[in-house]
């Protein structure tokens, strides 16, 4: 059973306009949460992060919003460039106020494409 | 360049053989730990480090897989008698304990079993 849902296999914006990737969570013993960017024959970038004490997270175009009640996560980017295009996952980690320490759960992705 | 580094960056090996990845992590660096992705699927854990000692490891690891980061730096990952099903990208990643848990990672090592 996945712990970690993105439900959009794939999203398409214009540039400039806003970016928003939606992320559900079922253990309710995550307490850290983290965003990361990846390309095509590379390993995922670390974007952002929010740690479950915090709703919000922003980081120039990037902010993550964290709904605890409603175990959902979002990351919004603003603006959109072309340079976005990108799988983005969602990952969740039990491990910053206690649980396992050691891995994250990762999401199946969405695949960002931001037209010109 | 400071980053996780993997090698070899592409491997093809014939059903049956046995084959090692070797990570470099990042040098200050405590945590190491290796994923596995494939197609349309996110990065599932195998197993971490902290320091040498290896700390958890995934049901995914079966008895075929082998881990080791002998002196608490660079680790390898071994697969012995590989299958097809093994056909997957090997990423590795690094953190240091107590800043978050954000992992770094390599450009993944692509294992294609024929």
């Known amino acids: 059973d996945q712990q970690v849902k993105q439900n959009s296999p794939s999203l398409s914006v214009q540039e400039g306009r806003i970016s928003i990737l939606n992320c559900d969570y079922t253990?309710?013993?995550?307490?850290?949460f983290l965003w990361y960017k990846k390309y095509p024959a590379e390993g995922p970038t670390f974007l952002i992060s929010?740690?479950?004490?915090?709703d919000k997270n922003e980081d120039g175009r990037f902010t993550v919003f964290l709904n605890k009640s409603a175990k959902h996560l979002s990351l919004h980017i603003v603006p959109s460039q072309p340079g976005d295009s990108a799988v983005y996952f969602c990952a969740a980690s039990g491990g910053l106020y206690g649980g396992s320490q050691g891995n994250l759960i990762f999401g199946k992705g969405t695949k960002l494409s931001v037209k010109p | 360049d400071t980053g996780v580094s993997q090698d070899p960056r592409h491997k093809i090996t014939k059903r049956g053989q046995n084959v090692t990845f070797r990570c470099d992590p990042i040098s200050e660096h405590n945590r190491l730990y290796w994923y596995r992705q494939t197609l349309g699927q996110g990065p599932e854990f195998l197993t971490y480090?902290?320091?040498?000692?290896?700390?958890?490891k995934s049901r995914l690891l079966s008895d075929r897989f082998s881990a080791e980061r002998p002196k608490g730096s660079f680790s390898t990952l071994e697969i012995q008698r590989t299958e097809q099903g093994d056909s997957a990208m090997y990423l590795c990643?690094?953190?240091?304990?107590?800043?978050?848990?954000?992992?770094?990672f390599g450009q993944g090592t692509r294992l294609t079993v024929v």
């Open positions: 990643a690094s953190s240091f304990q107590g800043e978050g848990v954000e992992a770094f």
């Open positions: 480090f902290q320091n040498e000692a290896q700390l958890e």
């Open positions: 253990n309710s013993m995550f307490d850290y």
């Open positions: 929010i740690s479950s004490i915090k």
